[in-house]
């Protein structure tokens, strides 16, 4: 108990160091924060960050409120922050458009999270054309040179499912899945198809001495003879979905998209993203190459971490041009 004391005390202290703070600030400089924000730091995510950070932690209500509201009221969000502040929009006119991008993107992230929350919430459903519509031209581009025999079939299993119908492998990822999938394999097609090649058809990554030198002799025996592990192409992009989605969520990929939406960051936006980390997870997984398919959660979460730690860097930007088939491996 007391030590909870204490840390609301601090909590409290803290808090309000940082007011007094602020006012001797804005008494030295003439600035409130967010003319601070906006005029020492550069545009991209850690401006954006940092507003965001002031107008939650702000005690007006005006400020707290902001970062939620719609789309097409944040023009007059901005108004009535100018207002609170007493700022003239005359004599600060970069003020207003800033933190309308920085707001733009806050409230666009949001909406993003809502967005693929609602794909993600929505089942595969085999009577609905348009689920089966889409699942079908994901076969067509991703083996365009081999037509589907009939609609259950095991010919999925040539493309990453694994059964004779994939529906059933949406049900963790519902429609977000096949969404992603989907947008991979038409829009960089190329690379989809190759990264489905090269998942069937491994090849080992070169060995090095000192790696040689780690394995025991029977470990050598089995390395030497194994060909290198592939992986289910559809269950591994089902699998993606679900990195992306807790990346987003938790709010690590604001970093990400902060630094290349310059406006509310889109579904095509995230969807980019995953084709990225798809191409990204495909070349780790060659490096790593593991002894079997059951390292797969181990290196994911590997690859997980590593992708964590690029989003921490204020200055990162996952894929700002990404076209998945440029640098992509050569197999």
């Not at 789309?71 to 458009?97: C, H, R, S, Y």
């Not at 666009?108 to 089966?132: C, F, M, T």
Request: aromatic share 10%.
């Amino acid at each position: 108990f007391h030590r909870m004391l204490i840390q609301v005390c601090l909590y409290f202290y803290c808090k309000f160091l940082w007011r007094c703070l602020k006012f001797v600030m804005r008494k030295l400089t003439g600035r409130c924060e967010l003319q601070r924000i906006c005029y020492n730091t550069k545009p991209g995510a850690s401006r954006t960050m940092k507003i965001e950070t002031s107008l939650r932690d702000s005690k007006s209500k005006l400020l707290q409120t902001s970062v939620s509201v719609h789309l097409d009221a944040i023009e007059k969000t901005i108004d009535d922050i100018m207002e609170l502040k007493k700022i003239n929009p005359d004599v600060n006119p970069q003020l207003g458009i800033s933190l309308q991008a920085c707001l733009l993107q806050i409230v666009g992230y949001r909406n993003l999270i809502a967005d693929v929350e609602k794909l993600r919430r929505e089942p595969y459903d085999s009577d609905n054309p348009q689920h089966e519509e889409m699942l079908l031209k994901l076969w067509k581009f991703l083996k365009p040179n081999t037509p589907l025999e009939s609609r259950i079939s095991k010919q999925w299993c040539e493309i990453g499912f694994q059964g004779d119908d994939p529906k059933t492998d949406f049900r963790g990822m519902g429609l977000l899945g096949l969404y992603n999938l989907q947008y991979f394999a038409e829009r960089d097609a190329t690379a989809a198809q190759q990264v489905l090649s090269d998942s069937l058809h491994p090849k080992c990554r070169d060995i090095t001495k000192e790696e040689i030198s780690k394995f025991s002799k029977a470990e050598w025996e089995k390395k030497r003879m194994d060909k290198a592990i592939g992986y289910s192409f559809a269950i591994v992009g089902i699998n993606i979905t679900d990195l992306a989605y807790n990346l987003l969520v938790s709010g690590a990929l604001k970093t990400h998209f902060y630094n290349i939406a310059p406006e509310a960051p889109t579904l095509s936006h995230f969807q980019q993203t995953f084709c990225y980390l798809m191409h990204e997870f495909h070349k780790f997984w060659i490096e790593e190459d593991p002894m079997d398919i059951m390292e797969f959660n181990r290196v994911r979460e590997k690859f997980r971490k590593r992708i964590v730690k690029q989003l921490q860097n204020p200055d990162m930007a996952l894929c700002p041009h990404f076209a998945a088939s440029e640098g992509l491996i050569n197999m």
